[in-house]
Structures are given as structure tokens and as C-alpha cells.
């Protein structure tokens, strides 16, 4: 839990800074009730082909499946597709928001690696989102050639195939490219994905390097959120004095690297994660997003 010493830290930090960084991973959605992929309650415990098959989510999770089987792959897109769009984003969401445009005056930026749209849904800015491993609420083609040509677009529920309630395999016809009439798939960039089509997220990879550099000569605070420790996580380390994400997806300018500028606060419940090195020129809060965010804004004086 949050130190005496720390909880002060946190408070100067926190009203001293003039930007606010967001950067969230798959811990942020679990108290919106979003089940993680490979903890104990994970999805091979609640979607049961990939049990009965033996498959890991890293393993399903790739166009070479869309191409092998489609109705697998759709099913389970299918399955989280609609997951995501039932379920509401829960108060730290809200919390954040306020803390954004009442304390930072809308100087704020948010990098998730989340693909469930819940930022947009609790209203924050969609010029102010840069999602780096794209969204579900976007479709893109799966021919390479296609998507060169052409930007992904948003997708429709009802377009969405229908599940088969025994075995959640998708039954034909599948979601098809409204350019080429190919086969359609999720705006995700799976793993090992070289079918990605970055033309969204290198807009929003864009904002955000226009964003920092209008508040370079500012106080920038990093509220890190439920960032996990696998090689795809956005999670910061301090080395060599720079600050980078363990995906390599991002790196914090140069401009940025001062401690008496930018200050890093992690919010993850997992404090057995942290190697006293790992938890260098960052300040640890060992609970879970909401709970976290809510003890951040209580610390916040707002405007």
C-alpha cells in the first residue's frame, strides 16, 4: 500500500506537474468485470474451444488463423467483440477523466494497448488516444494489398457473425472487406502480425509526438496503469536514464527525462513484479486501477 512518505511524494508530484500522461494495460479493464487473458480466471477458463483445444491466446490470436480457420478465429472475435461492447467502463475511468480536464484543463494524452474502446465510451477525446495495437470497434481487409490501398472502418454489431451456442464456432457467411468483398478482420495487431494496418494508429502515434512536443518544457506526470511484465507490455522501466516501454512500441523524449520534469506513478496490484531496480525513479501504488485512481484524486487539488 501507499507509503506515509510516498503519499506525500505523490501529492507534490501530482499538483506540481502541467501535462498528464496516461498509459494503461489489460489491469485497467478488470474492474469494469473484462476477464484477463492467462490469469486463473482468464478466458481458457470461460471460452471452452480454446480449453478443449489446448490453445494459447497467443496461438489463436494471429491472422494465419483467420486464414486456417475462420470460423474458430471469428468465433472467438466474436465472443469478445460483444464482451466489450456490453460492458461499461467502471468509475476510475470517470475519476480519470475529471482529474484530466479539471486539474490538467484537457492537457492530457492516453496510450493503451487495450483494444475494448472503454476510454471512448467514458468520453475521453479520441484525439487525445493513440491505442497501439489498434481496436475492435474497427475492421480492416485481410488481403495485404487491400489494406494498402485503404484505412480500416468502423464496424457494425449486427454485421458480426452468429455464434453456434454448442460449439462457438461462427457460422458462415463471415464479416467480409467492403472494399474488396475478401474476408474482413478485427483492426488488432495480432501476434507476429505483418497483415496490421497501421494507417489509424500511425495518425494517433502522430499526435501524441505533436503533443509532447508542445509540452517538452513542462512538468509531466505518468500515470502507468495495470501494465503487466509479458514482452508486449507498455510498462516503463527507467535505463540507461531514458524511460521505455518493455514492447519497445515508444520511448519517452529526451526532454522528458529529468526528474525534477516528469514523474512516474505505477499502479499495478502485482507489487511482486517490481525488483527494487525495476521500481527505480517510480512511485509504486500496489492496488488495482480504480482503487488507484480514486486515491490519485483524492491527493489532486483541482482548479
Not at 490469469?39 to 470461460?46: A, D, E, H, V
Not at 472487406?177 to 488488432?188: E, L
Amino acid at each position: 500500500m501507499l507509503s506515509s512518505e510516498n503519499k506525500k511524494k505523490l501529492e507534490v508530484k501530482i499538483n506540481s506537474a502541467d501535462a498528464l500522461l496516461i498509459i494503461t494495460g489489460a489491469g485497467m479493464g478488470i474492474d469494469s468485470g473484462l476477464p484477463d487473458y492467462r490469469g486463473p480466471q482468464g478466458l481458457w477458463n470461460t471460452w471452452h474451444p480454446a480449453k478443449q483445444l489446448n490453445m494459447t491466446y497467443e496461438n489463436l490470436s494471429t491472422h494465419e488463423m483467420f486464414l486456417e480457420n475462420p470460423e474458430l478465429a471469428w468465433g472467438f472475435q466474436t465472443y469478445l467483440t460483444k464482451l466489450y461492447q456490453e460492458l461499461s467502463p467502471h468509475k476510475g475511468y470517470y475519476d480519470l477523466l475529471e482529474i484530466s480536464n479539471k486539474k490538467f484543463n484537457g492537457n492530457y494524452f492516453v496510450i493503451t494497448s487495450n483494444v475494448d474502446s472503454q476510454f471512448l465510451k467514458s468520453g475521453f477525446d479520441e484525439n487525445r488516444l493513440y491505442e497501439v495495437h489498434g481496436t475492435k470497434r474497427l475492421w480492416q481487409c485481410t488481403d495485404k494489398k487491400c489494406n494498402k490501398r485503404f484505412s480500416p472502418w468502423n464496424m457494425s454489431i449486427d454485421k458480426l457473425p452468429t455464434i453456434d451456442e454448442n460449439s462457438l464456432y461462427t457460422i458462415k457467411p463471415l464479416p467480409k472487406c467492403i472494399n474488396c468483398g475478401a474476408m474482413a478482420r478485427p483492426n488488432v495487431s495480432f501476434f507476429n502480425d505483418l497483415f496490421f494496418n497501421e494507417n489509424i494508429t500511425k495518425k494517433h502515434s502522430l499526435r501524441l509526438e505533436d503533443w509532447l512536443n508542445k509540452n517538452k518544457n513542462k512538468k509531466l506526470i505518468i500515470l502507468e496503469i495495470g501494465c503487466g511484465i509479458s514482452i508486449h507490455s507498455l510498462r516503463l522501466k527507467l535505463k540507461d536514464g531514458q524511460y521505455k516501454m518493455m514492447s519497445n512500441e515508444w520511448k519517452l523524449p529526451r526532454e522528458f527525462l529529468s526528474f525534477d520534469k516528469t514523474s512516474l506513478v505505477r499502479i499495478n496490484p502485482d507489487v511482486t513484479q517490481d525488483t527494487q531496480e525495476d521500481l527505480n525513479g517510480i512511485i509504486p501504488l500496489g492496488v488495482g486501477g480504480k482503487k488507484g485512481i480514486s486515491i490519485i484524486k483524492n491527493l489532486t487539488k483541482f482548479k
